[in-house]
């Protein structure tokens, strides 16, 4: 299979499984000290070299490393940046519905960065290096620094109090990242911005205005800063971003429709690819697919899930489409999963065999609707 050019009908959001072979690894170097990094990255390197075969061979046109070197889709790379640290503070991680992450928090001690040598544009290079197809990698969007990091935790006094410079220095660490990342030979870069889904929840957005945030403006203010880190990008690279209510061991924090933020996601940034959860009755209807406007952007609704093992049925996806093309044009859109199979390192409750046959049945609904993935 040789490399093409995205949008794809068939895609996935980026973090897969964690195999044994990497957790035991991951605990000897993190938690033991029993092994060296240089034995950890083989371990890593041998357990991406083979998920990248099995996404090839699921038919897939754009492959990722599985995030098999982070522990959290979004900490590892916020830790990474200039000007912040991500510490573990009893009390701390994320609640979701009957569980909690590990007690990681984000603190800011300094001026916000992108560095020249951040990590992972070696683990897109890696990827690029092993691979026939698009190699594509995953990140935070801009809003998770904000929404994650309590202003508490901010140890910069010109970051206080929501301050123009602390939304500008965020934009300028996007800004370069992406022009770094298309240095290291990026041409599709995914930007997990999932804070726009949780905006729509009426319990959280409560919690904004309670803390004397209006949740719009976020909303607004939190598509200017992604439309202004990548608006300036080559005509050649391509931006995704990836949108759902959080997703930890098969469980969730958000519900509530899309439309409160619909306009700002569509209208208000230069994305060219969505990747939107629609698995549940927790993301709404699809009529905030209306916004999206005529022309080549491309929605990947996730009909499909990645918290349980149950297979969707086909004829079931195909209804699906038939009613999401009462509202948006079918040839602007295409299939993908709601969300990552791992979006932290323990990974959701499901098999691996579970997470070929979701790829198998992604890449098969391509096939079926539009003939080709």
């Given at each position: 299979?040789?490399?093409?050019t995205?949008p794809?009908?068939?895609?996935?959001?980026?973090?897969?499984l964690?195999?044994d072979s990497v957790?035991?690894?991951?605990?000897k170097?993190?938690?033991?000290?029993?092994?060296s990094?240089?034995?950890?990255?083989?371990?890593e390197d041998?357990?991406?070299?083979d998920?990248?075969?099995?996404?090839e061979?699921?038919?897939?046109?754009?492959?990722t490393?599985?995030?098999?070197?982070?522990?959290f889709?979004?900490?590892d790379?916020?830790?990474m940046?200039?000007?912040?640290?991500?510490?573990?503070?009893e009390?701390g991680?994320?609640?979701f519905?009957?569980?909690n992450?590990?007690?990681?928090?984000?603190?800011?001690n300094?001026?916000?960065?992108f560095p020249d040598d951040?990590?992972?544009?070696?683990?897109y290079?890696?990827?690029?290096?092993?691979?026939?197809?698009?190699p594509?990698i995953?990140?935070?969007?801009p809003?998770?620094i904000?929404?994650?990091?309590?202003?508490?935790d901010i140890h910069?006094d010109?970051?206080?109090?929501?301050?123009?410079?602390?939304?500008?220095?965020?934009t300028?660490?996007y800004?370069k990242?992406?022009?770094k990342f298309?240095e290291?030979?990026?041409?599709?870069?995914?930007m997990d911005?999932?804070?726009f889904a949780?905006?729509c929840?009426?319990?959280?957005?409560?919690?904004?205005?309670?803390?004397?945030?209006d949740?719009?403006?976020?909303?607004?203010?939190?598509?200017?800063?992604?439309?202004d880190?990548?608006?300036?990008r080559?005509?050649?690279?391509?931006?995704?971003?990836?949108m759902?209510r959080?997703?930890?061991k098969?469980?969730w924090v958000?519900e509530?429709?899309?439309?409160?933020?619909?306009?700002a996601i569509?209208?208000?940034?230069?994305?060219?690819i969505?990747?939107?959860e629609?698995?549940?009755?927790?993301?709404?209807?699809?009529e905030p697919l209306?916004?999206?406007?005529?022309?080549?952007?491309r929605?990947?609704?996730?009909?499909i899930?990645?918290?349980?093992a149950?297979l969707e049925?086909?004829?079931?996806?195909?209804?699906?489409?038939d009613?999401?093309g009462k509202y948006?044009?079918l040839?602007?859109?295409?299939i993908?999963?709601q969300?990552?199979?791992?979006?932290?390192e323990?990974?959701?409750?499901?098999?691996?065999d579970d997470?070929?046959r979701?790829?198998?049945?992604?890449?098969?609904t391509?096939?079926?609707?539009w003939?080709?993935?």
């Open positions: 299979m040789s490399k093409t995205p794809y009908r068939a895609d996935h959001v980026g973090s897969l964690r195999p957790k035991q690894a991951r605990k170097f993190y938690e033991e000290k029993s092994i990094a240089e034995e950890l990255k083989a371990v041998a357990a991406i070299i998920l990248i075969k099995m996404q061979d699921a038919g897939l046109k754009a492959v490393d599985g995030e098999q070197r982070r522990f889709w979004h900490f790379y916020m830790g940046l200039d000007g912040l640290d991500v510490i573990e503070r009390g991680g994320v609640a519905h009957g569980a992450t590990k007690a990681h928090v984000p603190v800011i300094g001026k916000l960065g951040h990590p992972m544009l070696e683990h290079k890696f990827v690029a290096a092993n691979t026939n197809v698009t594509k995953s990140i935070p969007g809003s998770a904000h929404f994650r990091t309590a202003q508490s910069v010109a970051y206080k109090d929501d301050s123009e410079e602390y939304f500008a220095d965020i300028a660490a800004k990242a992406v022009e298309y290291a030979g990026c041409r599709y870069l995914q911005d999932i804070f949780y905006l929840d009426p319990k959280i957005r409560n919690e904004r205005k309670e803390a004397g945030e949740p719009d403006w976020l909303i607004g203010r939190y598509a200017q800063m992604m439309n880190a990548i608006k300036d080559p005509d050649d690279m391509l931006i995704g971003m990836h759902c959080g997703n930890f098969s469980t958000a509530g429709a899309y439309d409160p933020a619909a306009d569509f209208n208000q940034t230069d994305v060219d969505y990747f939107m629609y698995d549940t009755e927790r993301a709404g209807g699809l209306r916004l999206l406007p005529k022309g080549k952007k929605v990947l609704p996730g009909f899930t990645t918290k349980t149950q049925d086909l004829d079931d996806l195909q209804r699906h489409f009613e999401a948006a044009d040839d602007q859109l295409g993908a999963p969300c990552g199979f791992s979006s932290t323990e990974g959701n409750l499901i098999t691996f997470q070929r979701k790829l198998d049945l992604v890449v098969k391509a096939e079926t609707i003939g080709e993935v």
